[in-house]
């Protein structure tokens, strides 16, 4: 399979379908917003620089998405990993004693 590039102005090669390469632009490029938003697709981010720092991202929405998910997927399994750790030093309870517990603050509210 021969892969197709394209050139992108002064900022090196840019692979059309396997989006290996970084889209990165000073800031600056904004004033011509129109061309840097045709950088962004799904899986290619564009990095904006200032003073030849990285500053912002601008990325497709779907990415944006797909990032908040495996975000909170993350958290989720770090609290899992700290419950199972918490129980392997403290000891588990059993279901019923879960049970009870959820019962009681049910009654609570």
Known sequence: MQRKQEASPN???REEREK?????KP?????????????????SPVYLTV??????TIRDIADDEEFEKT?????????LAEGRKSGEEEGYISSDEVRA??????HEI
């Open 11 to 13: 900022y090196g090669f």
């Open 20 to 24: 290996i390469m970084a889209v990165i």
């Open 27 to 43: 800031v600056s490029d904004l004033r011509n917003y129109n061309t840097v938003l045709e950088d962004v697709a799904e899986g």
């Open 51 to 56: 003073n030849g720092r990285g500053r912002y």
């Open 71 to 79: 975000k909170a997927m993350l958290k989720l399994m770090c609290e």
């Open 101 to 106: 517990h959820f019962m009681e603050k049910r």
